[in-house]
């Protein structure tokens, strides 16, 4: 059963390398016949390696310790649910999900791709099997899941503590649909430029695939970012480290694309700048695989590392980014230019955009690499941390949320601006008022925070004034106000939504940064504590075991003014005897869009326990602002313009097939 | 062979993925394509759509018009110049397509004989933990009794059965544990007690602690002629330092030995052992600890005796990087470590020792595995 998994994997290797030559082959040389290759060869390589991952998954969920892969990182004693996720909790696990969602993404362009010119079609089959015959290969390599033991241990060594979480069955698979999705948009660019055909309509086909990719890591950074919140127990929801940093950089580069691809597509526009994002965005997917998979950065998610495998990520990373790049300077002087526009106009705000999302890319950039070549020159370690950050993104990205609702309202080609500014009166005023309520009502805010929530306010005003203006209120009656809004196209509430869900992470970030209060003190059953206007009483300490850990496990009553406990709070210490290792489980009470966070420390000599308590107001914002975010992209992703494009003489002779009417 | 069967079936289908487009018949001239025309006609049809409910301005309408307009006249024009390109030779796209057909098989099974193990069957933990006992390696042996053992945690005899095997497989720990449980459900007998006793010794690294000692007694009183007890105590004289007394007591045990006894060996020798430690009593023998180290030992405190032990084991760590080509020194100063509860410290030397044996000898494998059944964390 293993071996058969194995052999899928080989298979599925082998099917790459033919993705890789024979349709492109089609499209340079007109053979119809070779181009069609491309749809069924990436289906079937999809299918032989969800296969493998198949097997892989179901040696762990049956603890198959002949498996070296799943000996090291299972135990038979673990929630089946920690089994399974454990197959992708892991360096060779993980990146075999890589693949798997990366040729599962070829499979998608060759059954909905049916609107798209063959030649193109094929290019971009081609281009996804160059991506998937270099992993698959770097995977049979450096890091083959099904490498086998014999004779097989008893027992595995227990996957990492801290990622035996339901976040684990989360966030990598929504943030590799995300990382890997904007492999299209890369295949789509350099598709394109081998064919020498770029226009408006490239930017309509590339749309989907960048909205998708764009909605998944969006989801992905969100529910890593509310996983290290709770399971870290330091209470941060974002810690500029590397790694996240490492995922942060292609969702600015692709928030960037996905408006720049709007340009090109209505006005045919920032053709070369779109291609080049399209390019950047994949490289800095590629660029963050290598830093966490190569052992450059030691984290929680580096896993094992060998030197090895850095060089491999390297050379693949260096041939694509190397080539893509060059092939780009090829080709780049031979497009034609766009549509002209004024600088005050839609296109005038999108550009302002993505100079500001591109300049703040480079900002992480920099700080995330800049103390790796220090380190490398002169081998002295140095960290680049939150302050740099605070310092330079900070204040890029005040500008940019200002900015934001202007965008929609603008004309396309040239924009009346103290027209807009009119329209988004009503908008202003109620940030103003927001503000000073702020200010004058709510004890310790800052002007800085007032104006923070003034922002977040603006900012929910606004895409709901672009939203309320184009459904004509005010200016038609209500019945056909509500018609009219009915028929907009899914793509404005898209707009709508997604810049509505930056207003409410905004208004999170700035609510736990200005107004959160912090407790650390020393409790013993019976003892009482305060937190913003709130007492809790601590119950009592109780050692608890579970499947494969024990815990000290710490009980809080939350009481009402009258001293009565109305709920209870449960924060726990865990050590898990296998890894030897202990990890906090916060307690954690959401009121409203609050949370009261608890996290225990350790016990001192005399009975009294360590306890730190956080009142963090408005922390959930954050991460529901982001599934607005994402929502806003799955809207839009249903808009139908994005379905069209196929001759009509095809899209009859295609109507029975299962592919299109899914699309 | 139902593994053949699966990867035969898998390699077909894999090639008819790229066989089947190659052979179907017809269009190989393909009709210039047309949709980047679908795109403009579409998007001049949302256009109209937005005037008509007002989004946009008919004067910027009209203009968005005429430039949508002059895309597809382009978009026209590139199809109305474009020949069907010649197709490039009959021969070429033939050769490139059996090539393609061929490299599937070769290229999977040649790099699957490679590195696979085609012969190796999956074993999955419940399967392998449900067999017939005669096939089951030790292991799997006591992982069923554990698995047994935790369910049903008051049967006596298990751990009976068990504590024996442990103490067999050098898990002191574990043994000391199994016996207190079989003597606690089932009751003393003088072979659990010696066992106890052997098991407790053990896990202090061969030293017969007082405790061991107090088993051993136990089970002499159960027992008076109960051979592993009377050995061991006369180990415990010996270590003291008073050999002469240790190897009265071996003599005297040799003495009662019935004749099939398996105790005669280890008696002899230790008696010649005593008698060549009492002729040069002053070079004591290099490894273990001395008799003045045990004598001393003895009357220590927990901590200081405890000092003493990481004093020797850092000797033994010492002697094992001069000298790393000893499987036996790096299993002892592994277990030595864990016990000492310094578990970096002894996935560090699990990790100078593999090195040092060479990562892929059967010497490093077994101190893997005995790093594993000693509960040691992995290495990363």
Known sequence: ?663 | MLFWFVAALLTVGASLAVLLPLARRGDDERAAESNDLEVYRDQLAELDRDAARGLIQPAEAEQARAEIARRILQADGRIAESTPKAPAGRMLPRIAATVAILAVPLVSWGIYAGIGSPGLPSQPLAERLAKNPADSTVDELVARAEAHLAANPSDGRGWDVLAPIYLRLGRYGEAVNAYRNAIRLDGASALRESGLGEATAGAAGGLVTEEARAAFARALELEPEQPKARYYLATALAQEGRTAEAKAAWQAMLAALPPNSPWHAATAQAIEQANSELAAAETPPAPGPTSEQVEAAADMSEEDRNAMIQTMVAGLDARLRENPQDPEGWARLLRSYVMLGDKQAASDALARGRQALGEDSDAARNLVALAGSLGLPATE
């Open chain 1, 1 to 663: 059963m293993v071996e058969i998994g194995h052999f899928a994997l080989v298979l599925a290797f082998a099917l790459a390398l033919v993705q890789s030559v024979l349709p492109l082959a089609g499209a340079r040389s007109g053979n119809a016949r070779m181009m069609a290759t491309g749809g069924p060869v990436a289906i079937t390589g999809f299918v032989m390696v969800a296969l493998a991952f198949a097997v892989l998954t179901l040696s762990y969920a049956r603890s198959d310790f002949s498996v070296v892969n799943v000996w090291e990182n299972s135990h038979s004693l673990k929630p089946m649910l920690y089994k399974i996720t454990g197959t992708w909790g892991n360096h060779e696990g993980s990146m075999l999900l890589w693949v798997l969602i990366l040729t599962f993404f070829g499979a998608l362009v060759a059954l909905f791709g049916a609107n798209l010119p063959a030649t193109l079609r094929a290019g971009v089959i081609s281009v996804q099997g160059w991506i998937g015959a270099a992993f698959l290969l770097f995977i049979l390599a450096t890091s083959n899941p099904f490498t086998r033991l014999t004779p097989a241990p008893i027992e595995g060594r227990d996957l990492n503590p801290v990622l035996q979480d339901i976040g684990l069955a989360i966030h990598p698979p929504l943030l590799y649909l995300g990382y890997v999705g904007f492999s299209v948009c890369f295949s789509f660019a350099v598709a394109a430029l081998i064919d020498g055909r770029i226009d408006a309509a490239w930017a309509r086909w590339v749309r989907p695939w960048t909205l998708a990719a764009w909605s998944f890591l969006t989801g992905g950074i969100a529910m890593g970012s509310y996983w290290a919140y709770y399971e870290l127990g330091w209470g941060g929801f974002w810690f500029w480290d590397p790694v996240e940093n490492a995922s942060f950089m292609p969702w600015l580069a692709g928030t960037a694309l996905l408006h720049s691809a709007i340009v090109m597509e209505k006005r045919s526009a920032l053709k070369i700048w779109t291609l080049l994002l399209a390019i950047l965005t994949f490289s800095l997917s590629l660029l963050g695989t290598f830093l966490v998979r190569s052992g450059v950065l030691t984290s929680v998610h580096a896993f094992a590392t060998d030197p090895s495998r850095g060089i491999f990520i390297l050379c693949i990373l260096t041939i694509f980014i190397g080539g893509s790049l060059a092939l780009f300077a090829l080709r780049a002087p031979t497009l034609t230019a766009g549509g002209i526009f004024h600088p005050v106009s839609r296109e005038g705000a999108l550009v302002l955009n993505n100079l500001f999302l591109t300049t703040a890319t480079a900002t992480v950039l920099i700080g995330t690499l800049y103390p790796l070549v220090v380190e490398a020159l002169s081998g002295d370690k140095i960290s680049v941390g939150a302050p740099f950050f605070n310092l330079t993104f900070g204040p890029l990205m005040v500008p940019l949320l200002a900015l934001v609702p202007f965008g929609p309202l603008l004309a396309w080609k040239r924009g009346d601006l103290l027209a807009v500014g009119q329209r988004l009166m009503a908008a202003f005023a109620g940030a103003l008022l927001v503000v000073l309520v702020t200010a004058l009502f709510v004890d310790g805010a800052s002007v800085l925070a007032a104006l923070g929530v003034g922002l977040a306010a603006w900012l929910v005003f606004g895409a709901l004034t672009d939203l309320a203006l184009k459904a004509g209120v005010g200016s038609v009656p209500v019945g056909t106000m509500l018609r009219r809004l009915a028929g907009l196209p899914l793509s404005v509430f898209g707009t709508t939504l997604a810049h509505l869900g930056l207003g409410l992470t905004t208004l999170g970030v700035v609510g736990v940064l200005s107004f959160e209060s912090e407790n650390i003190l020393s409790m013993r059953p019976g003892d009482t504590a305060e937190i913003a206007g709130r007492a809790l009483r601590f119950e009592s300490i109780d050692p608890v075991k579970g499947p494969n850990y024990t815990e000290d496990r710490a009980t809080f009553a939350l009481l009402d003014e009258a001293g009565q406990p109305y709920a209870s709070v449960v924060s726990a210490k865990r050590f898990y005897p296998v890894r030897q290792m202990p990890t906090t489980e916060a307690g954690i009470r959401t009121m409203g869009f609050s949370q009261l966070y608890i996290s225990i420390g350790d016990q001192t000599a005399d009975g009294a326990l360590v306890v730190r308590i956080w009142w963090k107001p408005m922390v959930t914002l954050i991460w529901l602002g982001a599934l607005v975010m994402m929502g806003g992209g799955a809207v839009s992703l249903f808009d139908r313009r994005l379905r069209v494009g196929a001759p009509a003489r095809r899209r009859k002779a295609a109507s029975g097939r299962p592919g299109e009417a899914a699309a």
